[in-house]
DNA sequence: CTACTTTGTTCAGATGCGGCACAAAGTGAG
DNA sequence: CTCACTTTGTGCCGCATCTGAACAAAGTAG
């Protein structure tokens, strides 16, 4: 009995509601056995059984009978339920300053193959996201798996619903171009199947953290970070990206952080953006940037290994003040229950957890017990596993519909 | 055929799931005939008529045969929905600087019986709140309505999950104290139906205008007032209340909006809530606060009487700077698609709209297509209508089991 | 080996909703 | 006034999805 491979199911169409919640739960990773998916889904024992087997039916999830992880020692064990690592991918790419990386990625936020990436990245977004998109697409052929869609995540805030980058700072491309339409097009011109999205580079960080990272479970997850010039912020709402109504919330860089800095092009003074960034970080301890490597390189080595330093030491200080006080702002707009740090910011923790801790304590308006937990960021590649996430979003919200074409 | 009330119902039971939905848009008066009720709902004619049919039934609203609005001229004219004006109340109280407020509130918002207010505020949360929901029971009575539940306006932030009041400024009532359950308790104690809700005050109004006033069907909705001391913000985002993980969200009175500005105790300078309130109009404008009247009053009548004096122009448009450059940093972070403005700064929107949209234009990151719409509040005492919201969200939420017991 | 606990499965219902056919109530053309 | 046309309301059937209860399975504790 209970044969596995047998498929025994009785009415082969069970459970359609619960379908796509239930599928989260494996897909995050909270919901090791079918005991605990019924209680997380909070139906009955049937329905999250036959949610399971329709599942496993549809090649998604696999369920192992060796007995999985969190229950008690009394009772039947529960049987392990886990992603089917021989289940669909998404293509998931990212532009950064420094090139563009390409991916597949499997549910629960595996990378399944990596492409070579790239050095520079030219002034044509169609050219690169061309490129990326070939690259993929061999990927895809080498493995044979089926593709549920793409994502591309940008350094830009892109417009909704227009799908337009802008402000791609740190990369050459013009303002306001359309890489939503460019990457689809690509992506339709590859024989790619399912649909294409793009995203915001922190944004996807901050999806893909929250779903896989040091963001899960937390209901409003803030993440902030650094990378090249200027800052960059997203926030997870009840596990959905908050993007604004036209795909501009978060654009933090320009909250005051310092009444005496020095002077922004939005108009403003002492804006995070030009106070909490790697250039800022550099300047601040006294050096000239090289052209040769990425600014967040730069200051990341001297972070590291001059530490001891006193101007590196000073301008360290510096740069957790200003940030903290971003972060204290940002803590007084938005309530989170979790900050997660990226970039440059991220190795600012590490260096004095407690000063920053302090700062945004002292200068948000309540202690809220001891203050908000900010967290370094925990995953690699958390913006190409995040553009995945907005590909497999379709599935999980109906996984029948998505994989019927 | 079709007769009125001889309830010929079929099977009695039908509908459950989209009851919610349907309520909550008859409450918002977005669906005036059962046409546009199926149309918002998504669902068949049938599905919609036997919705219509279990919400009456209820005695929540009422089905008119005569022509409601909205089709065209063609076809059979649909029937109009509307709340039923003799259906269940919420009790509505409001604490604020000037005394309280007591009303009972029907579906739709609309203000059935108010109590007479009261003129001063005791420091005593629980001789306040008793007071107030002594007249609301007195009301009760005196109406022999049905009672869903009871809400409660503060102006303070209110903790979550505690429900302590953390900064009730302009009452002297001690900070921390359990006001949620102080006025769950009296409202339990007075024998009136129904779970008790408490809230900020300027939420609550933000809450309100969404529903029935200025702010409906936006997607993300901004409000922004002062009454007295102090900035006050709240955020309704797809329908809900934001206030963050712990109750804090939208305290936005310490964005930075004047690096020169007047020292703050929070510990930074040139705050919102020092620059942008009522005693910082009274003090640009070079006037001398008295205590016989409200702040905002005095600040009211200062903009309105003396418009032409130089100095309260100088200070309106000083004002009006600080106001727009809080709500640039707003919108950067929350990017909302409409803002609304209450108490003074309703005022000032009102003295020179094309400043304020071109400040708020101008140092936000993008026009996004001519600047976000900025509108004054339309409902009065929406603080009020706000806190009956609270009581009447479990009816909205689940009709049949609100009202079950 | 025997209780006991917890998990998985089967089956019969309950229920909410879609689809369809038909009736009802208006408009406009002739 | 009549007839075609459009749109709305309702009864009925079926289907999909979930619950509840009974039973079987798989482990632990004694």
Redesign the pocket.
């Known amino acids: 009995?209970?044969g596995k491979g047998t498929t025994?199911?009785?009415?082969l169409?069970?459970?359609?509601?619960?379908?796509g919640p239930a599928l989260e739960l494996v897909h995050t990773g909270r919901a090791p056995?079918?005991?605990?998916?019924?209680a997380e889904?909070?139906?009955?024992?049937?329905?999250?059984?036959?949610?399971?087997?329709e599942l496993e039916a549809l090649g998604l999830i696999t369920?192992d009978?060796r007995?999985?992880a969190?229950?008690?020692?009394?009772?039947?064990?529960?049987?392990r339920l886990s992603v089917d690592d021989q289940g669909p991918v998404a293509l998931a790419a990212q532009v950064h300053a420094d090139g563009y990386r390409v991916a597949l990625v499997g549910l629960g936020g595996q990378l399944v193959a990596t492409a070579p990436g790239c050095g520079t990245v030219p002034a044509d977004p169609a050219q690169v996201l061309g490129e990326a998109v070939e690259a993929g697409a061999a990927l895809l052929r080498a493995t044979e798996r089926r593709c549920v869609g793409a994502g591309l995540a940008v350094p830009s805030a892109v417009a909704e619903p227009e799908g337009t980058a802008l402000n791609p700072l740190h990369i050459a491309w013009p303002v306001g171009a359309p890489v939503r339409d460019i990457f689809a097009e690509r992506v339709r011109a590859a024989g790619i199947e399912g649909p294409a999205f793009t995203g915001n580079d922190v944004n996807l960080a901050a999806l893909a953290e929250h779903r896989h990272g040091a963001g899960r479970g937390a209901q409003h997850l803030l993440c902030v970070a650094t990378g090249h010039r200027g800052v960059g912020g997203a926030l997870v709402l009840d596990g959905r990206l908050h993007t604004g109504s036209s795909g501009l919330a978060l654009e933090v860089g320009h909250l005051t952080v310092n009444p005496e800095g020095r002077p922004c092009h939005c108009g403003g003074k002492g804006c995070l953006d030009v106070e909490a960034d790697p250039l800022a970080f550099l300047t601040a301890a006294g050096r000239d940037p090289g052209p040769e490597v990425s600014l967040l390189q730069q200051a990341r080595d001297l972070l590291r290994t001059e530490a001891a330093d006193p101007a590196v030491r000073r301008a360290t200080e510096e740069l957790i003040d200003r940030l903290g006080l971003g972060l204290a702002g940002l803590v007084n707009i938005l309530n989170p229950d979790r900050i997660i740090l990226g970039g440059l910011h991220r190795e600012l923790l590490d260096a004095d957890p407690e000063r920053l801790h302090a700062v945004v304590a002292d200068r948000s308006l309540w202690g809220q017990g001891g203050g908000v937990p900010i967290l370094p960021c925990t995953l690699d590649h958390n913006s190409l596993v995040g553009a995945a996430e907005l590909a497999w979003q379709p599935v999980l919200d109906d996984p029948?519909g998505a994989l019927a074409r």
């Open positions: 009995m209970n025994t199911r009785t009415r169409e069970r459970g359609r509601g619960a379908l056995t079918r005991a605990v998916l019924t889904l909070g139906v009955t024992r049937a329905t999250a059984g036959a949610v399971a087997a369920v009978s007995p999985g969190g229950a008690g020692s009394q009772g039947r064990p529960s049987h029948l």
